[in-house]
């Protein structure tokens, strides 16, 4: 019981979390400290849509039980992405941040999906 409260908590974190990158990341000109971040980690502008759409299809994926193993995958797979865009730019302290953003889709793997419907 413990584990599918925890499970799902991580899940409504993680799916909040998805599609609030998203939103910020399709309205990045609002805010200066994000245009900065951007630039300093290589991504062009021609690329954030597709950032924002894999955050989108990230949050989606997490709330369906047969692609929530692929939601996790894919959201481990965009925090990688940025660590290392944050590394080869520099920016050891933007990879550390990372870290327990890595950790959480792969817990919610070995957690597995909160909801069983039989």
Same mark, same amino acid.
């Given at each position: 019981m413990m584990k599918n409260?925890?499970? $799902?908590?991580?899940?409504?974190?993680?799916?909040?979390?998805s599609f609030?990158?998203?939103?910020?990341t399709l309205h990045y000109k609002n805010n200066p400290e994000s245009v900065k971040m951007m630039e300093s980690l290589g991504i062009s502008e021609t *690329?954030?849509?597709?950032? $924002?759409g894999g955050a989108i299809?990230?949050?989606?994926?997490?709330?369906?039980?047969?692609? *929530?193993f692929l939601g996790n995958l894919l959201n481990a797979i965009l925090i990688v992405m940025i660590m290392g865009l944050a590394l080869r730019a520099g920016n050891y302290r933007m990879a550390m941040i990372e870290i327990p953003f890595l950790i959480?889709?792969?817990v919610m793997i070995w957690l597995k999906y909160p909801f069983k419907f039989k």
């Open positions: 409260i925890v499970s $799902a908590v991580l899940l409504l974190i993680s799916v909040i979390l609030k990158h998203a939103w910020d *690329f954030i849509p597709y950032l $924002a299809v990230v949050g989606v994926l997490l709330l369906i039980p047969g692609t *929530f959480m889709p792969l």
